[in-house]
């Protein structure tokens, strides 16, 4: 492998003799030993993928998942596997997926994953949740007064084809355009706790983040079980006025951790199309649609920034306000920066300290919810409230709607019930 140090191969050839032991041990019981060797190849993968060139990041990746299956082969040679040893393999193979991403190649590392899932979950019993579906009372969406105009509706996505391509340098969405997708309808409905369940299995861990806003000092992220995650989001009803924290998947690509959901979805045709962004000069696109899920409670908000990809976001549950301005109104926004005065704390993700030039995150609540709340607004950021309400667009997304934006747009969202939505970067 180019790219990787002698001391690196070292490490490649060290693993590969365990592999040889484990092999010649494939008939005895389970072997602690060799599963806490594993660990030691699992923590040299897991600090060395962040750090490493892409090809090199591409080896650790398949090294740590590698290393993940072969830890909870050791574990689990055993004819009677007890259910807490079954969880703990479980969520090891799951750490494989969520960190590295089961480092899908030809090998079809992702296949053996799920197979091995399959059997593992046979050792643990179901228990399905208590309520059948999220719940919601439609509470009316007052105008937001950070924006004066709404996103324009078209009738049917443009074909890809087309040679004239202005539909794509400015949003729009379409009422009712993913309304056919098996996740709309029974028995496959993502507002269904029984089929989400049922999707994952007993013992599955999802990442989630903890608290209101990642712009806050307090945020953090976890691992939590995915039914102890779909029973929190609407376990204090409607309101979440006794919610401590804000639990949210988000920019998670579930449909690779839960296969079964790729089915009840459709890819538009129009991810596929070559776009030209020249509001965004430095568009790139990915080699590969990047599809993600985020799935929260009402009030869950995620911050005014950009993204580098066009987006097709559709709204599968719930309802969801988005807030969207245009890339020229930067200067407006007051993005996140090394600040001189130490005020931008170095583990906020929202604070770019790298390079302050591409912050890619506004300071700007652009959803405030009192008076006051908007008056202090005024006061702080007042660039903000003279030139960009007059150019920012809101919508509020209904189960089935699509929202097309391109790169380089301000948006945010706002949850107003629980809500699982589906991005597809491009």
């Given at each position: ?82 259910e807490e040893i079954a969880g ?28 091995i899932f399959k059997q593992l ?306």
């Amino acid at each position: 492998m180019q790219g990787l140090s002698e001391s690196n191969h070292r490490i490649g050839r060290d693993f590969r003799s365990t592999v040889l032991r484990l092999l010649d041990d494939v008939d005895r019981d389970s072997n602690p030993d060799l599963a806490l060797s594993m660990d030691q190849f699992i923590s040299i993968a897991y600090e060395r993928m962040p750090s490493s060139e892409r090809s090199a990041s591409y080896y650790w990746r398949m090294l740590y998942t590698d290393a993940c299956i072969l830890k909870v082969l050791a574990r689990a040679i055993t004819p009677d596997l007890p259910e807490e040893i079954a969880g703990e393999c479980i969520s090891t193979l799951d750490h494989a997926i969520i960190i590295a991403g089961a480092a899908t190649d030809e090998d079809k590392r992702d296949y053996i994953v799920h197979q091995i899932f399959k059997q593992l979950q046979s050792n643990i019993p179901w228990r399905l949740p208590n309520q059948s579906v999220f719940t919601h009372k439609s509470a009316p969406v007052h105008q937001l007064s950070t924006s004066r105009n709404n996103v324009r509706s078209r009738a049917s996505l443009p074909p890809i084809v087309t040679a004239q391509k202005d539909w794509s340098t400015t949003p729009f969405v379409l009422r009712g355009h993913a309304s056919n997708w098996r996740a709309m309808h029974e028995p496959h409905r993502w507002a269904s706790l029984p089929y989400l369940f049922s999707v994952a299995g007993p013992g599955r861990i999802v990442p989630v983040e903890v608290g209101d806003d990642y712009r806050s000092d307090d945020w953090t992220q976890r691992l939590l079980g995915w039914d102890e995650f779909l029973s929190s989001l609407d376990s204090e009803g409607d309101s979440g006025q006794h919610r401590r924290h804000t639990l949210y998947l988000a920019q998670h690509n579930l449909l690779t951790q839960f296969p079964q959901l790729q089915e009840d979805i459709t890819i538009p045709d129009i991810t596929y199309a070559y776009l030209d962004s020249p509001d965004f000069p430095n568009y790139e696109p990915p080699t590969n649609v990047i599809v993600n899920a985020w799935l929260g409670p009402k009030g869950t908000i995620s911050p005014a920034h950009t993204d580098p990809f066009f987006n097709c976001y559709v709204q599968v549950v719930g309802r969801k306000t988005v807030w969207l301005a245009p890339p020229n109104i930067a200067a407006c926004m007051y993005p996140y920066d090394r600040s001189p005065t130490g005020t931008d704390k170095s583990h906020n993700p929202a604070a770019n300290n790298t390079n302050p030039l591409l912050s890619n995150t506004s300071r700007v609540d652009v959803f405030p919810g009192t008076p006051q709340a908007i008056e202090a607004s005024q006061m702080a950021f007042p660039l903000f409230w003279k030139a960009v309400p007059d150019k920012a667009l809101c919508v509020t997304l209904n189960p089935g709607d699509l929202l097309f934006f391109p790169p380089g747009w301000w948006h945010a969202m706002r949850s107003e019930d629980v809500s699982f939505s589906v991005s597809m970067w491009f």
